[in-house]
């Protein structure tokens, strides 16, 4: 018989996806079955996002939608992990009183117990006891995130190389809910890499809240460039993928790296956030619009074929019309393969949130809806290159007669597919494909045969 069962709901960005795959690894090594319908469990479990107003008020519903299964008898114990319990501790137990348990962002050690307990009080039917907080402090070692049960495709996944960020950006929670930056020595992020290459992962996407100052910790200088080697080098990997590269400390040794190491895609998601040097300075993004373009020239000089994408802010405190103008016109000229966009919300606890010259939500919907027409017609007209080329593709599944998969230029979940035709196409394997058609921001092919391995 299990320990008991588990209903398992994940919310936010990859990085939370990790913490879930540690936290139900650590569940199902306790004995826990998962279950994929919350009313067939003894407790649900909602890793939360806390970092946005939009991602606190989505995780606050569904927690609710879990205690309604809970007051229905339909799951005996509702417990909340992740940012938002870190972030509100002192609000949560009073705005949510029929959760059971919280635990922050580094509960993986005490999800096991804790929901053994929950599980144990339901069986013998003892009263409730007050709700159970047990948020770590944020500045921890990092641990190897091993032993996960993988909630990504087999033939890719996430690897977290750090926690944290020193980057003190006037607009972002993250340092205050995640702490001071951390990273993992190299060896432990081999570790957690060989594993995941042994389970099938042919694809590795290295993440973090700042990946481009990963080792300055440890090591006392930026050890990307090695740890990208490391990583590629593993059995297994074919793909190894830069995501929330921080554009002030990318160094010429970075960039090499991307250039001459094998499997490292020529891929890189550098959030950008502004142009306007009032913008960034205000943003306290630690560089300015010519360090920006300089580094822009010298990563597209020296590293032949390279996506970038990147994201903005339209609507931050006191953007004039001549600041957004100004960002508008480098979207039109910088061209970026894969570029987003958000809507700035103030939050509470930042210094943003507290400037003169908020905006209204008229001007930031009106300012981000001319941002990304500007960019859609950019990345159209980009798709149009790829007709006719044999390109390397990783198969992601098949829908209905439909085969569809990513090429090297396009991440998990955020950018577009390329739908495939040709027969008995694996799920998993990289591909070659000749590109037929570019439509929006997908593409179609043809698969013509296996890709050869560097």
Not at 168 to 180: A, N
Not at 204 to 228: H, M, V
Request: aromatic share 6%.
């Amino acid at each position: 018989m299990p320990a008991g069962t588990i209903h398992f709901i994940s919310l936010g960005c990859p990085k939370n996806l990790v913490d879930s795959e540690v936290l139900l690894g650590r569940l199902v090594l306790e004995d826990f079955a998962v279950c994929e319908k919350a009313e067939d469990a003894d407790i649900i479990v909602v890793n939360t996002c806390g970092f946005l107003e939009a991602s606190r008020q989505e995780s606050i519903a569904v927690i609710r939608e879990a205690c309604e299964h809970k007051r229905k008898g339909e799951a005996s114990g509702v417990v909340v992990a992740g940012c938002l319990a870190q972030r509100d501790k002192e609000s949560l137990i009073q705005l949510l009183p029929e959760v059971d348990g919280f635990l922050g962002i580094m509960g993986e050690e005490k999800i096991a117990a804790l929901c053994a307990d929950l599980t144990a009080k339901v069986k013998s039917k003892r009263r409730k006891s007050p709700s159970k907080y047990q948020v770590e402090r944020n500045d921890r070692k990092c641990q190897a995130d091993v032993g996960r049960l993988r909630l990504t495709p087999r033939h890719t996944a996430y690897v977290k190389i750090s926690e944290g960020c020193d980057n003190v950006c006037t607009f972002c929670i993250i340092p205050k809910i995640r702490g001071r930056h951390r990273s993992k020595p190299v060896e432990m992020v081999v570790q957690e890499v060989r594993e995941l290459a042994t389970d099938g992962a042919k694809e590795i996407n290295l993440i973090a809240q700042d990946t481009t100052s990963y080792g300055k910790d440890l090591y006392e200088s930026f050890e990307l460039p090695r740890l990208l080697r490391e990583v590629a080098a593993v059995p297994g990997v074919r793909w190894v993928r830069l995501m929330y590269a921080y554009p002030s400390f990318f160094t010429d040794e970075m960039i090499d790296a991307l250039a001459a190491t094998p499997n490292v895609l020529r891929y890189v998601d550098m959030p950008l956030q502004h142009i306007s040097d009032p913008m960034l300075k205000a943003m306290k993004r630690n560089i300015t619009k010519a360090e920006t373009l300089d580094l822009l020239r010298r990563l597209r000089e020296r590293v032949p074929g390279l996506v970038l994408r990147t994201t903005f802010i339209v609507g931050f405190p006191g953007e004039t019309e001549e600041d957004f103008e100004e960002m508008l016109a480098f979207v039109k000229e910088a061209k970026f393969d894969r570029a987003g966009a958000f809507k700035y919300s103030p939050e509470r606890g930042t210094p943003a949130g507290r400037f003169e010259g908020q905006l209204s939500d008229a001007v930031k919907e009106d300012r981000y809806d001319r941002l990304m027409r500007a960019q859609q017609a950019v990345a159209f007209e980009h798709q149009k290159k790829w007709l006719g080329k044999e390109i390397e593709v990783l198969v992601e599944s098949h829908q209905g007669r439909r085969t569809v998969g990513r090429t090297a230029g396009d991440a998990p979940d955020i950018d577009g597919v390329i739908y495939l035709t040709g027969k008995d196409i694996p799920i998993g394997e990289i591909v070659t494909v000749r590109v037929t058609r570019a439509e929006g921001y997908d593409l179609h092919g043809r698969v013509i045969g296996a890709a050869v391995e560097a």
